[in-house]
């Protein structure tokens, strides 16, 4: 059914707007609140020290969660019914389609990276208790 939902999301796109500069750069431009807006979950974590980015990270869409399982991304279905729906133009559908995939593609790395930096804060923080207790 995944499969199904993304291929005719992508028989949808404008490919002749889609790879231009100027959607590209605009994509490129909206990711960074697209991003924000999941990364300020993370402030109410329960210990925000630890927990900040790795929840926000986790909030982001992550593609290649259980190992490269397809998992859907809410922002492609709206932007979608948004177009077929003549909301929005085409090159605004490509600039969402555009802050979507950045987001999704970059999450995993990013996340990975924020639950590295936990463990090793975790693990610092373990071995100064193990020392002052010897």
Do not use: Q
Request: glycine content about 8%; overall charge positive.
């Amino acid at each position: 059914m995944a499969r199904l939902f993304f291929g005719s999301l992508g028989f949808s796109i404008p490919v002749s707007i889609m790879f231009t500069w100027n959607s590209f750069l605009y994509g490129l431009l909206y990711t960074i609140p697209a991003v924000m807006g999941k990364l300020i979950v993370g402030v109410f974590a329960k210990d925000r020290k630890l927990d900040f980015w790795v929840i926000g990270w986790a909030m982001v869409g992550n593609f290649f969660k259980y190992f490269f399982k397809v998992r859907g991304e809410l922002g492609f279905f709206m932007a979608r019914i948004g177009f077929e729906e003549k909301l929005m133009s085409k090159l605004t559908f490509s600039i969402c389609v555009w802050a979507v995939l950045l987001a999704t593609f970059m999450s995993p790395f990013l996340f990975k990276y924020a639950l590295n930096k936990k463990h090793e804060y975790l693990d610092s923080i373990k071995k100064n208790d193990d020392d002052h207790s010897n």
